[in-house]
């Protein structure tokens, strides 16, 4: 059942994480009952997704407590391993704030940080399927076509979240409701989120679904061949300009000039009020060997430069909707998520 995937889950001494690098071909887990590895898993995108990098930030700062205490670190050495976790990825808000949440838990043990952590991971399951409920009635209002045809990009489903996801739990309520006739899933260049994760959970959640080249999605929309558009998000700024995976601001576009919603599916802790536009997001950039090689097999000439942003920013203007667990906001049409905090 999808419904058992959980990307993080606290064992008692450490995270175990589902290790997203090596699916679909390997389901397998990581345990991390150390920051180094729990940093390193981090970076590698063992866990990745803004939701799911929150949770794993916030039971991070159990497993520093841990570890300073098998090793004897001081408050300093300790609290410089919870500033590794934290800033391990820049761009997700949730990370950071999925830290910060817990450490006014730190004086009171481990047993209260890991409490408060699990409460952000029932809490983001809880409200996931919010979202979905919500977005997917957004979502039927505002278009005539049944069943639909969704477009995705990356991976916002199970694997990136608590559990259920965000896009994804949208498609999931969608089709429970027996409203999707198939998701063109975008493959997302360079580590391939969408054709390994995201068609990985639309199999097991059998839902129809295509998997094509990022190259690909402005065409199929200007085609007539979608109906909507649901992504989900990193770091969504106050006026509502959204960052999430590079690719997303050329959907974004191509749904404005199609005429068809671009639906950004996101809790309210990935709204950072305190950045007030996109331009102060920081974007991640990854190292070239992602994009200058794959499978260990080089994909560009020797000598060959790369630039790799993980990320891009969707103006407000281009963002028709913003399905959060409250409801939606209508963003191009002026509700900024600074106007709307519940
Ligand atoms: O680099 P990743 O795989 O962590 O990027 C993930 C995304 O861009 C997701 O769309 C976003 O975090 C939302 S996950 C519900």
Same mark, same amino acid.
């Given at each position: 059942m999808m419904d058992d995937i959980r990307a993080v889950e606290w064992t008692g001494d450490g995270l175990r994480l589902i290790?997203? +690098? $090596? #699916?679909p071909g390997r389901f397998e887990h990581l345990d991390a009952r150390d920051v180094d590895t729990l940093v390193d898993a981090i970076r590698r995108l063992v866990v990745r997704g803004a939701p799911a990098l929150g949770v794993a930030g916030a039971f991070g700062v159990a497993v520093a407590m841990l570890q300073a205490a098998r090793q004897g670190w001081n408050v300093t050495e300790r609290d410089a391993a919870i500033e590794r976790i934290r800033s391990a &990825? @820049?761009?997700?808000v949730n990370l950071a704030a999925g830290v910060d949440r817990v450490l006014p838990f730190v004086p009171k043990g481990v047993e209260a940080v890991v409490a408060e952590a699990q409460e952000l991971l029932d809490e983001d399951i809880r409200g996931n399927r919010a979202i979905g409920r919500a977005g997917a009635d957004w979502i039927l209002a505002r278009t005539?076509? &049944? @069943?639909l045809r969704v477009l995705t990009h990356c991976n916002a489903g199970a694997l990136a979240t608590a559990? =259920?996801? +965000?896009a994804l739990g949208v498609v999931r309520e969608l089709h429970g409701r027996? #409203? $999707? !006739? &198939?998701v063109y899933a975008d493959e997302t260049r360079p580590l391939l989120q969408g054709s390994r994760l995201t068609a990985w959970e639309l199999e097991r959640a059998g839902v129809p679904y295509l998997v094509q080249a990022d190259g690909a999605a402005a065409s199929t929309i200007l085609r007539g061949l979608v109906d909507v558009a649901v992504i989900g998000a990193d770091r969504i700024a106050a006026n509502g300009d959204t960052a999430n995976k590079i690719g997303s601001v050329g959907v974004a576009l191509a749904c404005a000039d199609a005429g068809i919603p671009f639906v950004v599916a996101a809790p =309210?802790? +990935?709204?950072? #009020?305190?950045? @007030?536009?996109?331009? !102060?997001i920081p974007i991640e950039e990854r190292a070239a060997e992602e994009i200058l090689a794959w499978g260990g097999a !080089?994909?560009?000439? !020797?000598?060959a430069r790369g630039f790799n942003p993980a990320f891009d920013v969707t103006p407000a203007r281009l963002v028709t909707a913003l399905a959060t667990e409250t409801g939606v906001l209508e963003v191009s049409s002026g509700e900024t998520p600074a106007a709307a905090r519940p």
């Open positions: 290790d997203q +690098t $090596v #699916l &990825r @820049p761009t997700a005539g076509k &049944r @069943p559990g =259920w996801g +965000t027996g #409203l $999707v !006739e &198939r =309210w802790s +990935t709204v950072d #009020l305190a950045t @007030p536009s996109g331009g !102060e !080089e994909v560009a000439p !020797e000598g």
